[in-house]
């Protein structure tokens, strides 16, 4: 391990917060690597770490660093000013380190970019403060209680329930109720519902987990499976909000949700195209929906001004109108090509560079 004196000084590294280590130091993820790579272009080299191996005292973390032709070294630095947070959200929610060295790290001057979104309602809310989304959000609320589906169901064919904390699409319900007063659920292990056994399950759930009612639109679909896009947002070295990617995915059969850790697939965007050609439909042009994404990206920036990247969620009506569904401030880079990755990267470290 070289010493303190022998590395760079703190305003050289950007730090990335990881538990994707591996258990070999002389290789790492062909990911990681490509934002290594980006570090080295810009002048900032990206020192890798673990959230256990911050030593506060020292104000230190000890890492690794890429070098070209030399490949994965252990390094240790001082804390950096900038520091991307890329812990998974499960391992995020139960380790009580991580957490504490995370918040050491801020009193302690660090920025640690894409903090923690506030719950599906404070995101919504602010959402609804953005005039130009107002007719791409569909009608959304928190949920007080089980009368607050009779009530949506009265104005609505189906409404989604979501969990405010909810990730990678778990948790999510359509909800759609029949004349006999039967209940119809997607998501849940049982699909038909009597009106007490479902007031009792929905009374439980609640208890357990706030959650969002959301109006259940008719969305385009094809052979059988949901469709929704995923836009992929970095901010770059002007601070403003740049499209990486944008991709229609398609979920699995039978299931309310597009995420591809719940069986969905990832399609390219002429695809949609020619889907929506066939049901007669006009697709919206790729500007649009990102300009769309982009609006969603500003007004959540507001409320989390360090924010670096994001995952947007637009869903088509069969009318082609699109509609804000969900915001993930970690999104997966399975949608990313190599291309995709890079210049990712590249706008991830010019934008640290400004902090």
């Known amino acids: ?23 070999s130091r002389r290789t790492m993820a062909p990911t990681w690597q490509r934002l290594a790579e980006a570090g080295i272009a810009e002048d900032l080299p990206v020192v890798f770490f673990h959230p256990h191996r911050i030593d506060l005292k020292r104000r230190t973390v000890t890492g690794v ?19 991307v947070d890329n812990v998974y959200v499960h391992i995020a929610r139960t380790d009580r380190l991580y957490a504490g060295n995370k918040r050491a790290l801020e ?13 599906k309602s404070g995101v919504w809310q602010a959402l609804q ?6 007719d791409h959000l569909p009608e959304t609320a928190v949920m007080r209680s089980a009368a607050d589906l009779e009530r949506w169901l009265d104005r609505h064919e189906s409404v989604f329930l979501k969990p405010v904390r909810g990730s990678g699409g778990r948790g999510v319900l359509r909800v759609s109720r029949d004349q006999a007063g039967t209940y119809r659920v997607a ?13 009792f399950f929905l009374k439980k ?11 259940g ?39 309310v949700v597009t995420n591809l850790a719940q069986g ?21 042009q790729r500007e649009r929906l990102e300009q769309i994404a982009v609006q969603a990206a500003e007004a959540v920036t507001l409320i989390r001004p360090t924010l670096a990247f994001l995952g947007l969620d637009l869903a088509l009506d069969t009318t082609g109108r699109a509609y804000v569904l969900d915001i993930n401030p970690r999104p997966g880079r399975k949608s990313l090509g190599a291309a995709e990755r890079s210049r990712a990267f590249a706008c991830l470290v010019r934008y640290c560079k400004t902090l």
């Open 65 to 83: 660093r890429y070098h070209p032709g030399t490949g994965w070294m252990p390094i240790r630095v001082p804390l950096p000013r900038v520091v």
């Open 217 to 255: 639109l008719s969305l385009f679909e094809t052979e059988g499976c949901k469709i929704d896009l995923r836009i992929v947002l970095h901010r770059d070295g002007d601070r403003t909000w740049q499209p990486i990617t944008t991709v229609p995915r398609m979920g699995a059969i039978g299931s």
């Open 129 to 134: 403060r953005q005039p130009l989304l107002a």
């Open 1 to 23: 391990m070289p010493s303190l004196s022998d590395t760079a000084p703190l305003h050289t590294h950007l730090g990335l917060m990881t538990t994707d280590l591996p258990k």
């Open 187 to 199: 998501g849940a292990k049982k699909s038909l519902w009597r009106r007490e056994e479902w007031s």
């Open 205 to 215: 759930r609640l208890g357990e987990t706030p959650h969002l009612i959301q109006q």
């Open 107 to 119: 009193q302690r001057g660090t920025v640690v970019l894409n903090p923690r979104l506030p719950d």
């Open 264 to 284: 969905g697939q990832v399609k390219e965007f002429a695809w949609l195209t020619e889907r929506m050609t066939e049901q007669g439909l006009r697709a919206p």
